[in-house]
């Protein structure tokens, strides 16, 4: 007897056992799910052997690439060695303390310090906790409230969901939790009416101050933000924006937090997407682009500022993760950065194949539904027009972004769809040949939505 599943019996057991994220089930038990067996660059292989240029590095995070044989190894080298302890009891482990130094070392100056945790949702959690005890340790007890965007992203815990500014989840999960406010988000195509987006820009920035006179500058520990909105559909802020972001905070003394999961890492051409910007945040959390997503970390970078009162001030800090700092993930974040290094990764997408991406991704603004086309780096957004002169969106966005999506991905080409944006996020080793056939097959998907859908 062999009880071992067959392959192709996976979907019926995943149907039967397996709840996903994001996902509606009963939909997805009823199409069945498409299972991915291996990768090698950008590329991926579900279990009919279909091949698919993965334009969105996983979910935004695989940014060496898959198959880097080199990062299995030293996760291999360090299970053996060590496969586990905290960091809990006076204690470390050499990579936990070793990648801590090579991430202060990228950040820029200012940010020396982080805390490990094992995701981006952790990592919010863990900066607002924070934020807190270090405005209660300077005395200013009142000062707890925090601001966030709607239409944000910073994950899926009780208080990543509540600080992004996502409408279902809130709704679903009787949140934001107490202590939570939003303010607009810079998303010019849809909100900036007559505005030219730099007036745009300035606007949005100035709701913070507004929302901090309102809820009165001692009362407001926090302003956190995406340097561009991933989840929310990768919205790329006016250059007016994050200057006017950054004044404010200073302004009013409010702790700046950049929300470096997506951006960091070399997305931008930058190590981080705050320094893309020209801004210095006092927190931000990570995760991602850290290990590649090859195994499961993130963290807290934390400014000289805010570190000299946690170490000085504080005394303990009542909070953390089993795994945080975790050896083998550690390990294979170390491998990660030093492939980031070695092959200069971040280099190559500021002067070689993040303006390579721009100009294609541009390229398609000419297309008949398409209003606009835009990128930093190897992010790209795009955003579906029924009217591009005069900005007239489809009447039902996310119906339209799932017709481009899913012809996308069956025509081998995985991209994502927020409502009527389609979004790029691929491996920072794409190859010049590799943009031009998304381009290619994104090209082919507007056609389709042209000539089916008239509006
Ligand atoms: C993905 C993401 C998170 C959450 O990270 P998880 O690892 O999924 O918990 C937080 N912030 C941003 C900007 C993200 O894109």
Request: hydrophobic share 30%; net charge negative; aromatic share 12%.
């Given at each position: 007897m062999n009880d071992a599943p067959v392959l192709s019996n996976l979907a019926v057991i995943d149907a039967a056992h397996h709840i996903h994220p994001f996902s509606d089930m009963k939909e997805l038990n009823a199409k069945g799910t498409r299972i991915i067996e291996r990768a090698e660059g950008v590329f991926i292989y579900d279990s009919t052997g279909k091949k698919y240029l993965d334009a969105f590095a996983g979910l935004w995070c695989v940014n060496v690439g898959y198959g880097r044989k080199s990062i299995a190894e030293a996760a291999y080298a360090q299970m053996q060695e060590l496969p586990y302890y905290n960091s809990f009891f006076g204690t470390t482990t050499p990579p936990a303390t070793l990648l801590a130094q090579k991430i202060a070392a990228h950040?820029?100056?200012?940010?020396?310090r982080v805390f490990f945790t094992n995701s981006g949702s952790e990592a919010t959690d863990t900066w607002f906790r924070i934020a807190r005890v270090y405005w209660k340790a300077l005395?200013?007890?009142?000062?707890?409230q925090v601001i966030a965007r709607r239409n944000g992203y910073h994950g899926s815990t009780v208080a990543g969901a509540s600080l992004g500014g996502m409408k279902l989840m809130h709704e679903q999960g009787n949140l934001?939790?107490?202590?939570v406010h939003h303010i607009g988000q810079p998303?010019?195509?849809?909100?900036?009416?007559?505005?030219s987006p730099a007036e745009f820009g300035l606007k949005v920035a100035r709701e913070l101050e507004a929302k901090i006179d309102e809820l009165g500058e001692d009362r407001v520990a926090a302003f956190v933000a995406e340097p561009i909105q991933g989840a929310g559909g990768v919205i790329i802020p006016p250059e007016t924006y994050w200057p006017e972001i950054s004044r404010i905070c200073k302004a009013r003394n409010i702790l700046l937090v950049s929300?470096?999961?997506?951006?960091?890492?070399?997305?931008?051409?930058?190590?981080?997407?705050y320094q893309h910007y020209g801004v210095e945040p006092d927190l931000a959390p990570i995760a991602k682009g850290l290990s590649s997503g090859y195994l499961p970390i993130g963290g807290v970078l934390v400014s000289d500022r805010v570190a000299e009162v946690m170490l000085?001030?504080?005394?303990?800090?009542f909070h953390g993760f089993?795994?945080?700092?975790h050896p083998v993930c550690a390990a294979a974040a170390l491998e990660n950065i030093r492939i980031i290094e070695e092959e200069g990764l971040v280099e190559r997408v500021r002067d070689d194949i993040g303006p390579y991406f721009a100009q294609a991704w541009k390229s398609?603004?000419?297309?008949?539904?398409?209003?606009q086309a835009e990128s930093v780096g190897l992010i790209g957004g795009l955003q579906l027009a029924a009217d591009k002169s005069t900005r007239r969106r489809y009447a039902k966005p996310d119906d339209i972004g799932t017709l481009v999506r899913n012809h996308c991905v069956e025509n081998g080409l995985i991209m994502r769809a927020t409502g009527d944006r389609m979004l790029a996020s691929p491996?920072?080793?794409?190859?010049h040949a590799e943009v031009d056939e998304v381009i290619g097959k994104l090209r082919q998907a507007l056609d389709h939505l042209r000539d089916t859908v008239r509006e």
């Open positions: 950040t820029g100056g200012n940010l020396n005395g200013k007890m009142e000062k707890t934001p939790i107490q202590g998303y010019w195509y849809a909100e900036g009416g007559d505005l929300d470096e999961v997506i951006c960091g890492f070399g997305r931008l051409g930058n190590w981080f997407g000085d001030e504080v005394g303990e800090f089993t795994y945080s700092g398609l603004e000419g297309h008949e539904v398409v209003g491996a920072l080793t794409i190859s």
